[in-house]
């Protein structure tokens, strides 16, 4: 995996966080959160039971978001490349 300092984040994810969460809801594989821990800046270490607590319960946490939704595009670009 790569880390997430290897990637601009869009703006508009957290501008528009109700709508990021409902494309990270829409398109997260089912098991994400090892990848997602994987895709952590260095420095920045949480449990995957907190990961997963950002996600269901939408906890405002900026460097998980943007990994849930980074690993959420790509599962949706590599589905529509199927396609």
Known sequence: MTNLENFEVPIHIHLNIDETF???????PQKYS???????????????DYIRKVKRERINNAVIISCLYFLAKRHFDNKNLES
């Open 34 to 48: 090892s990848a997602i821990k994987e895709m952590l800046p260095e420095g920045n270490t949480y449990p995957m």
């Open 22 to 28: 409902d494309f990270i809801d829409a398109n997260l």
